[in-house]
């Protein structure tokens, strides 16, 4: 596959405090702000240390590429013997070996062999929602897609039926994410941490983590088990970690398992929706053969079409916005000199929309993917030495329910609906994405929308 190329990209500027002043609340404006005020990098004054913001494949590369460099960031802010400082020992907060030794450990449940152990259990859950919908009916197309990843998340990941404690986890998953990006990166921008958001914090911390180890005491059967719950707790009867990594694993876990992979589905569904001549397209060459029936494992990667179209709404409407790491010793990145423990930000989101990559960056084009580019331009799994383990997962997941949603209704976005992107690490939508159900009667018609996704999307008016 050819790969385009880019210019060198230009060294960082200095910005001004005053436009980070949104980020707390809307990192994807405040960085496509930047983008368009600064070019391919940035960087702000905090203290001695430094916040930079990269959106060059090439800064990109180096940050993903140089991992003893650039350290994920290992601590919650919190205090010492506090739940949130807890929740610090899952796989998105390790480094060097110990993250290695853990990514390997995690592995057998995502590997080839393992994921077509999920085909049938996965038809058979989404099947069981679709079951619930009826057509005439408005859905709010986030809270169904966050049923059936949540109820994926508990069964086939931790063993454990979905119930009110699990939907209780959700809630205060949602809180909580949002709540630790504001006092993090206000501890680490020149940006003032609203009143009351760290007690806040530490409050839904203490409430989380009780809800997860009732989650984690719950688990039956798992010494024999093969799921990620099972690993954990025969790797801790075993001695080889101990309570505090298990539960930080499925934080984690229930992070980029259920959270990510609920955006990932609604935003693919609702660009389908949105752009009727492609989804006839799939519907006709690569569903309707389909019989009504769900793919075959093997008849995924026959599916060229809705591949592309995943491709695209994970360029477009990247669940996960920006990737942050922490300078673990003095380097230079894009000509400015960085401190050690100053902050790093590459942006999935903002380097997906660049224009001199992807032409038109705003437009829905699945079809632009018959031409690669580099790992570095299109990262909506992350890149380098901490690619996501769980990406081939999330991909079969993806063209499963699109595949077996798509048979089954028509989705028509309600007409005038207001979509604002709301999110601090993952994209959703402040007020959900009402749906209206139809029997799949193939008239794919688009409707105008309002709200801030049209700054994301170029879409109909």
Same mark, same amino acid.
């Given at each position: 596959m050819e790969h385009l190329r880019t210019a060198t990209p230009a060294p960082a500027? !200095?910005?001004?405090?005053?436009?980070? %002043?949104?980020?707390?609340?809307?990192?994807?404006?405040?960085?496509?702000?930047?983008?368009?005020? &600064?070019?391919?990098?940035a960087y702000f004054r905090k203290g001695a240390g430094r916040a930079v913001f990269v959106f060059a494949p090439e800064y990109n590369r180096q940050?993903?590429?140089?991992?003893?460099?650039? &350290?994920?960031?290992?601590?919650?802010?919190?205090?010492?013997?506090?739940?949130?400082?807890?929740?610090?020992?899952?796989?998105?907060?390790?480094?060097?070996?110990?993250h290695q030794q853990h990514r390997r450990m995690l592995m057998p449940p995502f590997k080839k062999g393992h994921l077509d152990s999920y085909h049938e259990p996965l038809v058979r859950l989404v099947n069981d929602r679709l079951a619930t919908w009826k057509a005439g009916a408005v859905i709010d197309l986030i809270r169904e897609m966050k049923e059936i990843t949540l109820k994926m998340t508990t069964s086939l990941l931790f063993g454990v039926e979905l119930d009110d404690n699990a939907h209780g986890i959700e809630a205060l998953f949602d809180e909580w994410l949002d709540t630790n990006h504001v006092v993090s990166f206000a501890a680490q921008l020149p940006v003032e941490t609203p009143p009351g958001c760290y007690e806040q914090l530490l409050d839904v911390a203490t409430r989380l983590e009780v809800a997860l180890n009732q989650l984690v005491a719950s688990r039956r059967g798992w010494e024999t088990g093969k799921d990620v719950l099972a690993i954990l707790l025969q790797a801790r009867a075993a001695g080889a970690i101990g309570d505090l990594e298990v539960l930080g694993q499925v934080i984690t876990t229930f992070n980029a398992a259920y959270h990510t992979t609920t955006y990932a589905l609604t935003w693919a569904l609702f660009l389908l929706a949105q752009h009727p001549d492609y989804l006839r397209r799939v519907v006709e060459a690569e569903l309707s053969p389909l019989g009504g029936g769900p793919p075959t494992p093997a008849g995924l990667a026959e599916m060229p079409l809705l591949e592309r179209a995943t491709r695209e709404s994970l360029r477009l409407l990247p669940p996960v916005v920006f990737l942050p790491r922490i300078t673990a010793s003095a380097t230079t990145l894009a000509g400015v000199d960085v401190p050690v423990g100053s902050m790093v930000l590459v942006s999935p989101y903002v380097t997906q929309h660049r224009g001199d990559i992807f032409p038109e960056p705003n437009r829905y084009d699945p079809d632009r993917w018959q031409t690669g580019v580099s790992p570095y331009a299109y990262l909506p799994f992350g890149g380098g030495h901490r690619l996501c383990i769980g990406a081939p997962f999330a991909q079969n997941v993806l063209k499963i329910a699109l595949a077996i949603i798509l048979q089954r209704?028509?989705?028509?976005?309600?007409?005038?609906?207001?979509?604002?992107?709301?999110?601090?690490?993952?994209?959703? %939508?402040?007020?959900?994405?009402?749906?209206?159900?139809? !029997?799949?009667?193939?008239?794919?018609? %688009?409707?105008?929308?309002?709200?801030?996704?049209? !700054?994301?999307?170029?879409l109909p008016t």
């Amino acid at each position: 596959m050819e790969h385009l190329r880019t210019a060198t990209p230009a060294p960082a500027v !200095e910005g001004h405090p005053d436009h980070l %002043a949104t980020f707390l609340h809307d990192p994807v404006g405040c960085m496509a702000g930047l983008h368009a005020r &600064y070019g391919d990098a940035a960087y702000f004054r905090k203290g001695a240390g430094r916040a930079v913001f990269v959106f060059a494949p090439e800064y990109n590369r180096q940050v993903l590429n140089t991992p003893e460099v650039f &350290y994920i960031v290992s601590r919650f802010p919190g205090p010492r013997n506090s739940a949130q400082r807890r929740f610090g020992k899952g796989l998105f907060s390790m480094n060097g070996d110990e993250h290695q030794q853990h990514r390997r450990m995690l592995m057998p449940p995502f590997k080839k062999g393992h994921l077509d152990s999920y085909h049938e259990p996965l038809v058979r859950l989404v099947n069981d929602r679709l079951a619930t919908w009826k057509a005439g009916a408005v859905i709010d197309l986030i809270r169904e897609m966050k049923e059936i990843t949540l109820k994926m998340t508990t069964s086939l990941l931790f063993g454990v039926e979905l119930d009110d404690n699990a939907h209780g986890i959700e809630a205060l998953f949602d809180e909580w994410l949002d709540t630790n990006h504001v006092v993090s990166f206000a501890a680490q921008l020149p940006v003032e941490t609203p009143p009351g958001c760290y007690e806040q914090l530490l409050d839904v911390a203490t409430r989380l983590e009780v809800a997860l180890n009732q989650l984690v005491a719950s688990r039956r059967g798992w010494e024999t088990g093969k799921d990620v719950l099972a690993i954990l707790l025969q790797a801790r009867a075993a001695g080889a970690i101990g309570d505090l990594e298990v539960l930080g694993q499925v934080i984690t876990t229930f992070n980029a398992a259920y959270h990510t992979t609920t955006y990932a589905l609604t935003w693919a569904l609702f660009l389908l929706a949105q752009h009727p001549d492609y989804l006839r397209r799939v519907v006709e060459a690569e569903l309707s053969p389909l019989g009504g029936g769900p793919p075959t494992p093997a008849g995924l990667a026959e599916m060229p079409l809705l591949e592309r179209a995943t491709r695209e709404s994970l360029r477009l409407l990247p669940p996960v916005v920006f990737l942050p790491r922490i300078t673990a010793s003095a380097t230079t990145l894009a000509g400015v000199d960085v401190p050690v423990g100053s902050m790093v930000l590459v942006s999935p989101y903002v380097t997906q929309h660049r224009g001199d990559i992807f032409p038109e960056p705003n437009r829905y084009d699945p079809d632009r993917w018959q031409t690669g580019v580099s790992p570095y331009a299109y990262l909506p799994f992350g890149g380098g030495h901490r690619l996501c383990i769980g990406a081939p997962f999330a991909q079969n997941v993806l063209k499963i329910a699109l595949a077996i949603i798509l048979q089954r209704f028509r989705l028509e976005v309600v007409p005038g609906s207001v979509i604002d992107r709301h999110g601090t690490l993952t994209l959703g %939508a402040k007020d959900g994405v009402p749906v209206r159900l139809h !029997e799949p009667d193939g008239n794919f018609t %688009a409707s105008p929308v309002a709200g801030t996704i049209r !700054e994301m999307v170029d879409l109909p008016t």
